[in-house]
């Protein structure tokens, strides 16, 4: 074995530890794509480090232990000197460890396997989030524990997110997780309004799509148990290439239609903001996303649209909320 070895991968995990450790306490911008691709690259090395050498080193080892022992043992079968019970188990004890995997390579190597499915499972198929805020409340809660498809709007490069497979494209009402635009280390989910070429206006609280309102019918109010108040709620249905979603909102009577504190970002000239509220064409390439807490969702409104290139992938399923286990299902 070479004696740096351990040492060395002390120095390995401490940094592991010291980027999560970081990135917990809010030191550093996490980014958990890239930690796993590394985590992959660095367990794979120790793997085929431990499968090609020194496992090899280990049994060599021990078959070299195994024919001193026979050999000895024949010297003594010459002299009529049998074998004890207690030399044939400190020889297996001792042939044992020979051929034990030290620790070092025990929390490296012998989690490869594990750290390679997850990568896979996590870059190519499907992700969990947890919904963090309000914005999508009634849709998903504070809380939620979600399960995102990673194929559907195409194969993507993991940590870099480059698409190399095209598959389908978002549709209105897709409820979609994307890469935040004014900082891409934080993903954000919204539901799709817009799609490349659309006109959306949000006038009076009212959603139009190319000239067209969107049919917004009223339900009992909303009662949400973190603010303790009741807010306004609608059903409306979006239309899309592929049919039509029906999904809830919520509207909050004392906020204004005007929207405060817009950013500066990307084609914003192709937005008109007035008191009563804004219209946007969105780009090609490009989506105009929205909360469905519509007066408490930081959205394309405030910050613009979002580029392909930032999607992650298509929110379907609520698979755990540990306050409210009759969250768990599918929704729209």
Not at 118 to 141: A, Y
Not at 146 to 157: A, D, E, Q, S
Request: aromatic residues 14%; contains cysteine; hydrophobic residues 40%.
């Amino acid at each position: 074995m070479l004696n740096f070895m351990p040492a060395l991968t002390g120095a390995v995990l401490a940094m592991f530890v010291g980027y999560a450790g970081a990135w917990y306490f809010g030191k550093i911008d996490g980014n958990f794509s890239l930690l796993l691709f590394v985590a992959v690259v660095v367990t794979g090395i120790y793997w085929l480090a431990e499968r090609f050498y020194f496992l090899p080193q280990r049994e060599k080892a021990a078959q070299a232990l195994s024919q001193s022992s026979a050999a000895r043992q024949a010297e003594l079968d010459k002299k009529g000197i049998a074998k004890t019970e207690v030399h044939v188990q400190e020889m297996q004890q001792a042939h044992s460890e020979l051929l034990r995997q030290p620790w070092w390579l025990d929390w490296t190597a012998g989690l490869f396997p594990v750290i390679i499915v997850v990568f896979l499972l996590r870059s190519f198929l499907f992700e969990p989030f947890k919904i963090p805020s309000g914005s999508m409340i009634p849709t998903l809660w504070v809380g939620d524990l979600i399960l995102v498809n990673k194929f559907t709007y195409g194969i993507r490069l993991p940590v870099v997110n480059t698409k190399i497979i095209e598959l389908n494209n978002p549709q209105r009402g897709d409820v979609m997780v994307f890469r935040y635009p004014p900082k891409p280390s934080f993903d954000y989910i919204k539901r799709v309004i817009g799609v490349p070429g659309d006109e959306v206006s949000y006038l009076n609280k009212q959603l139009m799509i190319n000239g067209k309102p969107l049919s917004k019918a009223p339900l009992p109010d909303f009662f949400d148990e973190d603010s303790m108040r009741y807010s306004q709620q609608f059903e409306e249905v979006v239309s899309s290439d592929k049919g039509s979603i029906t999904h809830k909102l919520l509207n909050d009577q004392d906020r204004p239609a005007f929207i405060p504190g817009t950013e500066d970002f990307p084609n914003k000239q192709n937005c008109r903001y007035s008191a009563e509220g804004v219209v946007c064409k969105v780009p090609e390439g490009h989506y105009f996303m929205m909360g469905d807490n519509r007066d408490n969702s930081l959205d394309s409104r405030y910050w613009g649209f979002v580029p392909d290139k930032n999607i992650v992938g298509k929110a379907f399923y609520v698979w755990m909320n540990f306050g409210n286990l009759s969250r768990i299902g599918s929704f729209q």
